[in-house]
C-alpha cells in the first residue's frame, strides 16, 4: 500500500479504493455515482452485479471517501462510471489494473480480492 500511494493515475486510486473496501475489482469497475452516497458514507452495488443476486452495501471509510472526492467531477451523471476509462462511457479496465500491479513489480503473486495459492 506504502508504494501505491506514491502512484498516480486512475488505475492506483481504483486499486486503493479496491483494497479500503474490500470489493472485488469487477464491483469497483463497474460502479456508477449512482450506487455512492458520500453523506451516509456508503457504497451500494445493485443485486444484478453482486454473486448473490442480493444488494450490497459497502461502508466507506475516511480514506475511500477521500479517493470518490478525488475522481468525482464537479457534476456526477448518476448513470456515468466512478473510475472510467479512457474510452468515453467505458470503465477502467482490468488489464490497467493487471499492468499497475506488474509495473509495482508485486514481490509475490497477488489478486486484488484475495491471496493465491
Known amino acids: 500500500m506504502h508504494d501505491l500511494l506514491r502512484r498516480n493515475g486512475t488505475a492506483a486510486l481504483a486499486l486503493q479504493f479496491t483494497v479500503l473496501t474490500a470489493a472485488r475489482a469487477g464491483e469497483v469497475f463497474a460502479m456508477t455515482w449512482a450506487g455512492v452516497d458520500p453523506g451516509a458514507r456508503v457504497g451500494t452495488i445493485p443485486g444484478h452485479r453482486m454473486k448473490s443476486g442480493r444488494q450490497h452495501r459497502v461502508p466507506l471509510s475516511d480514506q475511500a471517501l477521500a479517493i470518490l472526492r478525488e475522481v468525482m467531477p464537479s457534476n456526477p451523471v448518476k448513470d456515468r462510471y466512478v473510475f472510467a476509462g479512457n474510452q468515453p462511457g467505458r470503465p477502467l479496465s482490468n488489464m490497467s489494473m ?3 500491479t506488474k509495473r509495482m513489480n ?8 484475495k491471496p493465491r495459492g
Not at 508485486?106 to 480480492?113: A, D, I, N, P
Open 98 to 100: 493487471l499492468a499497475l
Open 106 to 113: 508485486c514481490e509475490r503473486e497477488v489478486t486484488k480480492h
